[in-house]
């Protein structure tokens, strides 16, 4: 098993950045990939971004030059800077976990902005 714990998120201004923290535990080897994924009240839950154990990170259309990922392998951390935030970019945001065939979720953090 995998535990995910998630930080950051919260209320901030159109225009205004956050940061999103993600650190996994339990069986962590064999992790392939860490990511974003976010739901807005309504709509299907869909990748924001990921990264791979080898740095490879892809991004939505909508976040692409405005939101950057980064990993750690070492800490076992991922972390999602989001700048130039909209108030369609408001939603519960989630941490997820590739490892062997399996994915895991941490438990959401809420990203509110404000116009």
């Known amino acids: 098993q995998v535990q995910l714990v998630e930080s950051g998120g919260g209320l901030v201004q159109a225009g205004g950045s956050l940061r999103l923290s993600c650190t996994a535990s339990?069986?962590?080897?064999?992790?392939?990939?860490m990511g974003w994924y976010r739901q807005a009240p309504g709509k299907e839950r869909e990748l924001v971004a990921s990264?791979?154990?080898?740095?490879?990170?892809n991004y939505a259309d909508s976040v692409k030059g405005r939101f950057t990922i980064s990993g750690d392998n070492a800490k076992n951390t991922v972390a999602l800077q989001m700048n130039s935030l909209q108030p369609e970019d408001t939603a519960v945001y989630y941490c997820?976990?590739?490892?062997?065939?399996?994915?895991?979720w941490g438990q959401g953090t809420q990203v509110t902005v404000s116009s």
């Open positions: 997820n976990v590739q490892r062997w065939s399996l994915t895991y």
């Open positions: 339990g069986s962590i080897f064999g992790i392939r990939a």
């Open positions: 990264i791979t154990s080898g740095g490879s990170t």
